[in-house]
T-cell receptor, first 114, second 111 residues
Framework: EAQVTQNPRYLITVTGKKLTVTCSQN?????MSWYRQDPGLGLRQIYY???????DKGDVPEGYKVSRKEKRNFPLILESPSPNQTSLYFC?????????????FGPGTRLTVL | EDQVTQSPEALRLQEGESSSLNCSYT??????LFWYRQDPGKGPEFLFT???AGEEKEKERLKATLTKKESFLHITAPKPEDSATYLC????????????FGTGTRLLVSP
């Protein structure tokens, strides 16, 4: 089954404790992206990757890091989480075919930083 | 800056009561307008992509239309299982693959 998976699905942590949220897709998609979703603000892009070893900032990259060492995986790293990073996070992937693409989303990771 | 505004924020319908959701947008060079459905606690599920004004797409009770300034998601004879948040997003020519989302319309269909 074609899908985007994220782990963990739920996480409660404390300020300053480094964490990683994993994202994996089995569709051989070149493009992957991370979003956060907050009430009243909608989905906002954090980082994206056009292919292995190619990443760039989205609209809200502060406090986050990413890496793309393999095509299927795109982990999101919070080196020193803070309470304002409490949010619902989504990973998405797509094939950049001719620029008109559909992004497929993972099930989400609900993060709470105390 | 690309922007998407969705209205209404919330909509309550009786089963069978047709209605429309609105997505107004401003974008530099529209490359695509996307509709997603999101159920509570889940990721957005792709519904439609529209590329140019005048285009229409249908899926079961849903029909999406596009003009140069807005898109409508028409829901015909909705059922309770259509209850969800419907998200609109645009892809412009600034920023590679960058989707700009609206805040969504929460739809509740009562039996």
């Amino acid at each position: 089954e074609a899908q985007v998976t994220q782990n963990p699905r739920y996480l409660i942590t404390v300020t300053g404790k480094k964490l990683t949220v994993t994202c994996s897709q089995n569709m051989n998609h070149e493009y992957m992206s991370w979003y956060r979703q907050d009430p009243g603000l909608g989905l906002r892009q954090i980082y994206y990757s056009m292919n292995v070893e190619v990443t760039d900032k989205g609209d809200v990259p502060e406090g986050y890091k990413v890496s793309r060492k393999e095509k299927r995986n795109f982990p999101l790293i919070l080196e020193s989480p803070s309470p304002n990073q409490t949010s619902l996070y989504f990973c998405a992937s797509s094939l950049p075919t001719g620029g008109y693409v559909t992004q497929y989303f993972g099930p989400g990771t609900r993060l709470t930083v105390l | 800056e690309d922007q998407v505004t969705q209205s209404p924020e919330a909509l309550r319908l009786q089963e069978g009561e047709s209605s429309s959701l609105n997505c107004s947008y401003t974008v530099s060079g529209l490359r695509g307008l996307f509709w997603y459905r999101q159920d509570p606690g889940k990721g957005p599920e792709f519904l439609f992509t529209l590329y140019s004004a005048g285009e229409e797409k249908e899926k079961e009770r849903l029909k999406a239309t596009l003009t140069k300034k807005e898109s409508f998601l028409h829901i015909t004879a909705p059922k309770p299982e259509d209850s969800a948040t419907y998200l609109c997003a645009v892809l412009g020519d600034t920023g590679f693959q960058k989707l700009v989302f609206g805040t969504g319309t929460r739809l509740l269909v009562s039996p």
